[in-house]
């Protein structure tokens, strides 16, 4: 973590309580007052109104089946987001804030495996079929475990995830360069992710249009050769005058090649109605400037001229949206079956049939010539939409860096990319993995307002990953510390930043730098995030733990709540009740059982 963690301590760490605990009442002099290191200049959201929960963890165990041993990466991690709220998650490196976004979106690759828990998503178990999706068995005299998986199984859960990824739940990936695929352009990948779950509506707005300037000619008659490029623009955007008036402007500035009018009329046509839908390549084209007013112009009139569709697009554009409603069906049939815990074989066989039925009547479209004809409006609209969401994540020159690869961007530029990706589907939950780590600060302020907005427009929840504590104080509104696999404290932002109880929080804000008081010592937590292989017995963090104590090497802490919303998981807070029977021994692995004989589907590499 960046944050100052080291491993040796310049000056000695001194963790801070304001609770009178039955220790603190023991030993006071190791207990000291409150004293806050950040302050948010928020209110606390406990004391808001709060949103319904949306995603709700509980328990999770995700582990990875390495040659070394198995790495107990989450070890019972519980979770809550509610919609509209932004949720923290923060601690050191190493210690599972990813592996908890991949175990929520399902998408933890080989070796590791979600071996247990709930995931809860809109009342639908995300983990529903787990236990008979694959088998352990421990190779003897050694420390690894042989994994038998379920191929069949496991690609049954894929499709049924795909209904709850994108539109459900969103992901910004931490390392954006791994997550892109260097040989396919920017706009195939921000375009596919926009046809996958947005591309109903996108050919309803190609559909519409196409119906406005038929019905546009028909008031019009033949007339001046801009008119149905102005009123099909004044029916995309709902009949106003304002868009014709601006549209004409502009067509008449880049008629006469006055750039700068051009490039105002421009402007202006931007603020009338959403870019996609109205001539984006003219307003591009006049935005970027800098070509001849000749070219401009015919650029002008060509953008104008994109509909109206021919007939064979049209039937395409029809047929590809019944096979996008029926995705959505059969999305919806997932969604139940996750939800109620039963199989819909008929319904969802029902659908498949229909697919293919509807894939058969298409299949003349699939001829490269024609197919390479009749997706063209389609292709431009995705690829106009694309530009419109890089717009929206700052990039400078869009156009140009919706038709690059990933290598030829930086990796702000890739990061910004990933973040439009996930922002344009506009989902329920956004999975943000350091989303902002290589911004700079102007950069990252902006697309920290932009998930701000999208929280307030959508009612997205936004689960934030970072290291940054100040990000955290600024955005938050429940943070989860999380300690080697698990959540080790859990509160409102303001209050965790007043009365931090945990150890290794106190230890955290005791390493942020403050400008305030200057003359402060940083302190430091001393050791590091330990080998989760063999994780140390009893609370995790004993071994760097100024306060352990025999019970702590013994016991798992519970977690305790401390106040409204506020849970910490350690036992200085415990209250003094019956002393609960000694954890048995830790086994490095406790793995179902198998038939020793169990086989793979032939082909398939045995995994160890
Ligand atoms: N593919 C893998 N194989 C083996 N172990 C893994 C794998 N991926 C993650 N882990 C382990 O899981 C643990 C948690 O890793 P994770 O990536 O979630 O850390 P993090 O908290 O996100 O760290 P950072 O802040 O550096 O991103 C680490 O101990 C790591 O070694
Ligand atoms: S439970 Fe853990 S954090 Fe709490 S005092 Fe013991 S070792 Fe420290
Ligand atoms: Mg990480």
């Known amino acids: 973590m960046a944050s100052g963690v080291t491993s040796q301590s310049s000056a000695r760490w001194r963790p801070v309580t304001g609770h009178r605990s039955r220790l603190a009442r023991r030993a006071p ?18 004391t808001q109104q709060r949103g319904e929960v949306v995603l709700d963890v509980q328990d999770l165990k995700t582990y990875f089946f390495t040659y070394d041993g198995v790495v107990r990466a989450l070890d019972g991690v519980n979770l809550t987001v509610r919609r509209g709220e932004t949720t923290g998650l ?18 933890v690759s080989e070796p590791g495996r979600v071996m247990s828990g709930k995931i809860t998503f809109r009342g639908a178990n995300l983990l529903w079929g787990l236990e008979k999706e694959a088998k352990y068995r421990r190779v003897a005299k050694s420390n690894r475990v042989k994994v038998s998986r379920s191929f069949r199984r496991i690609k049954a859960a894929n499709e049924r995830l795909a209904s709850v990824r994108g539109r459900g739940i969103a992901m910004i990936f931490q390392e954006p360069s791994a997550a892109m695929n260097p040989v396919f352009s920017i706009w195939d990948q921000v375009g596919e992710a926009l046809l996958l779950h947005r591309g109903i509506e996108i050919v309803d707005g190609l559909l519409a249009a196409d119906r406005a300037w038929g019905e546009s000619r028909g008031l019009l008659g033949s007339d001046v050769e801009y008119s149905s490029g102005a009123s099909e623009i004044a029916h995309a955007g709902g009949g106003h005058a304002a868009t014709t008036a601006a549209i004409a402007a502009l067509v008449h500035a880049a008629l006469a090649g006055d750039q700068l009018e051009t490039r105002a009329a421009a402007d202006r046509l931007g603020e009338t109605v959403s870019l996609p ?35 064979m697009q049209r039937n395409y554009l029809r047929l590809r949206r019944r096979q996008m409603v029926l995705d959505a069906e059969l999305g919806q049939v997932s969604f139940r079956e996750m939800k109620t815990g039963k199989p819909f074989r008929f319904q969802r066989r029902a659908i498949q049939l229909r697919k293919l039925r509807s894939r058969l009547r298409g299949s003349y479209f699939r001829f490269w010539g024609i197919r390479r004809r009749v997706e063209r409006p389609l292709k431009e609209e995705t690829f106009w939409r694309v530009v419109q969401a890089l717009e929206g994540v700052r990039i400078a020159n869009p156009v140009q860096i919706a038709r690059g690869y990933p290598h030829e961007l930086s990796g702000g530029m890739l990061q ?54 100040g990000v955290v104080a600024e955005v938050c509104d429940h943070v989860n510390v999380m300690y080697a696999g698990l959540i080790v404290e859990s509160a409102p932002v303001g209050e965790l930043f007043r009365r931090p109880l945990h150890p290794y929080t106190q230890g955290l804000l ?3 730098p403050r400008y305030d008081h200057p003359e402060k010592e940083l302190t430091s937590i001393p050791g590091s995030v330990p080998n989760l292989i ?20 013994e016991r798992r802490p519970e977690s305790l709540p401390q106040g409204e919303d506020h849970t910490v998981s350690c036992f200085l807070y415990e209250s003094p009740a019956e002393p609960a029977p000694a954890e048995p021994a830790a086994a490095p692995f406790e793995p179902s059982t198998v038939e020793p004989n169990a086989s793979l589907p032939r082909g398939v590499p045995r995994p160890v």
């Open 416 to 469: 910004r990319v990933m973040i439009s990706m996930a922002l344009s589907c506009e989902p329920e939950v956004l999975l943000a993995d350091e989303p902002t780590t290589a911004l700079d600060v102007t950069i990252q302020a902006q697309i920290l307002e932009l998930m701000r907005q999208l929280r307030e427009r959508v009612g997205t929840a936004i689960v934030l990953i970072t290291h940054d504590l």
């Open 510 to 512: 005791g390493s942020i």
């Open 534 to 553: 063999s994780p140390p017995p009893g609370c995790r963090f004993h071994p760097r733990c100024p306060y352990a104590m025999p019970i702590c090497k």
């Open 29 to 46: 002099s190791r207990v000291q007052t409150a004293e806050r290191t950040v302050a948010p200049s928020r209110p606390i959201a406990s």
């Open 277 to 311: 839908t109205l001539a984006p390549e003219a307003f591009y084209t006049v935005r970027n400037m800098g070509m001849d007013a000749e070219l401009l112009r015919r650029r002008v009139l060509r953008s104008l001229r994109r509909v109206p569709l021919t007939r």
């Open 90 to 107: 923060v601690g050191e490196t190493g210690c599972g804030k990813s592996v908890t976004a991949f175990s929520i979106a399902r998408l």
